[in-house]
């Protein structure tokens, strides 16, 4: 095996492995908050309770990386184990930053405690009793695909977050702000263009990690989460469903969306 192939080799089972033990997938600017065409870096980040390790950005495992401003762009990663993954330069008003992953295959053998965790966990019981006839029980084969989606807002003017119609499965920050100020706050998640129900969302605050409101999403998507401080959040939930793939069981997908409260 050559020096590069050697490499790339250790890169991508250090990748594997994080991914394996990481449980959320999310993007963290340098600044949520900052002027018009100034620059702001992006890291991706693999982690659990919003702590994580920074992520290299990998073309191969990247199905979508754009940001949306006044117009839509695509973001050019900075390949290598260059952190962060990538920069980007903001427009005037609200700039959303997407980023899908292809999906990863992990599989639950017997007596793997994981699958009972996860699904407690992220309270997918609901979900997974809506298809009986999948395997609900290891061994269990299952792909996950990772969405994420951040808010870098400039300007003075109100603006409104939407739906994108880039991802899948989107959370969508209900309302108009100018800035996010503590206290509590509608997301609605989607299923492309229809809200989806049955879903548990957490909301992760940085400085000390842990969840500080979390709730399932009713019959019109929504669910509401106490916001309670200035700080860093991220908003979280995981849909699964069974996978058309033959050789897996179930696909689930990891919709995300990190945002900045200021007093």
């Known amino acids: 095996m050559t020096i590069a192939r050697s490499v790339t080799f250790s890169v991508g089972l250090l990748i594997w492995c994080t991914q394996i033990q990481g449980h959320e997938f999310w993007i963290e600017p340098s600044k949520h908050y900052t002027a018009a065409n100034n620059t702001v870096e992006l890291t991706l980040k693999v982690g659990e309770t919003f702590r994580g390790s920074a992520q290299p950005y990998l073309p191969e495992d990247t199905a979508t990386f754009i940001v949306i401003g006044q117009t839509k762009r695509k973001i050019k990663g900075l390949l290598g184990d260059s952190r962060p993954a990538a920069t980007v330069a903001v427009d005037d008003g609200l700039n ?130 106490e916001l309670p401080s200035a700080d860093r959040y991220l908003i979280s939930g995981v849909v699964i469903r069974p996978d058309d793939d033959p050789d897996y069981d179930w696909i689930s997908h990891w919709p995300t969306i990190t945002l900045e409260v200021v007093n």
């Not at 395997?135 to 994108?164: C, F, M, W």
């Not at 702000?177 to 992760?204: E, R």
């Open 96 to 225: 959303r930053v997407i980023h899908q992953t292809t999906p990863f295959a992990i599989r639950f053998g017997d007596e793997d405690e994981r699958w009972a965790n996860y699904i407690t966990l992220d309270g997918l019981q609901r979900q997974l009793d809506q298809h009986p006839a999948i395997p609900q029980i290891v061994p269990v084969a299952e792909r996950y695909v990772r969405v994420a989606k951040s808010i870098i807002k400039t300007g003075q003017a109100e603006v409104n977050d939407s739906l994108s119609g880039e991802m899948p499965f989107e959370l969508v920050l209900e309302g108009q702000w100018t800035q996010i100020p503590p206290g509590n706050y509608a997301f609605t998640l989607y299923d492309g263009q229809t809200p989806l129900d049955s879903v548990l969302v957490k909301a992760f605050r940085h400085s000390d990690r842990v969840v500080v409101s979390e709730a399932y999403t009713d019959a019109n998507g929504r669910v509401e989460l």
